[in-house]
């Protein structure tokens, strides 16, 4: 399907045209879908991706005004809901359960140093947190988290100093309390 073709079945699907809609459906899969899979992380399936962009799309069509956009803005929905999954992946990540099992070795566990870094990674904010998920957990380079957050590899390098300097400094004041008992 070309541009003009797009935007015609844009057009009919905003006025009722279910057979417009199952063109554009079958448009996006054949041009969004590869896209999602070359960008979507481990534990994020880009057919769920793929299925969430389109139930968004479907109800912001009434709003598409530029219908030869289409696919630029339905890959800007598909980034905003990645980024929002990763965010509550971060989250989920560092949750007691999970984080016994990723971060603590059982040979050198001390229960006391689990709990201190628990509550440093709490007091982050969602992009530290973020980029604290992608760097630590996912094991990604500084280049991937620039281009997963679109800033410069400059900007992640500074989030990342100024995320660890955060957690060293509630580190540290946590440890004065505990050695103050």
């Known amino acids: 399907m070309g541009h003009p073709e797009v935007a015609e079945c844009v057009r009919q ?8 809609w199952g063109k554009i459906y079958l448009y996006l899969w054949k041009e969004l879908l ?8 481990r534990g994020i399936d880009p057919e769920d991706l793929f299925h969430d962009t389109v139930i968004v799309l479907w109800g912001d069509l009434c709003r598409l005004r530029d219908e ?17 999954r990763r965010i509550e992946n971060a989250r989920s990540h560092l949750s007691p359960a999970v984080y016994d099992q990723a971060f603590v070795d059982p040979a050198t566990r001390n229960p006391e140093r689990d709990e201190l ?12 947190l973020y980029i604290f ?20 590899l400059e900007c992640v390098r500074q989030l ?22």
């Not at 030869?68 to 929002?84: E, G, K, Q």
């Open 13 to 20: 699907a905003q006025g009722g045209n279910r057979d417009a």
């Open 34 to 41: 590869p896209w999602l899979k070359a960008i979507a992380p």
């Open 68 to 84: 030869t956009r289409l696919l630029a803005y339905a890959s800007r929905i598909a980034r905003h809901i990645l980024t929002r």
């Open 117 to 128: 870094l628990r509550a440093a990674t709490s007091s982050l904010r969602k992009h530290e």
């Open 133 to 152: 998920n992608l760097y630590y957990c996912e094991g990604a380079s500084n280049r991937d988290v620039a281009l997963s957050l679109r800033v410069s």
């Open 160 to 181: 990342k100093h100024r995320m660890n300097a955060k957690l060293r400094t509630v580190l540290m004041k946590n440890q004065r309390r505990t050695e103050a008992f």
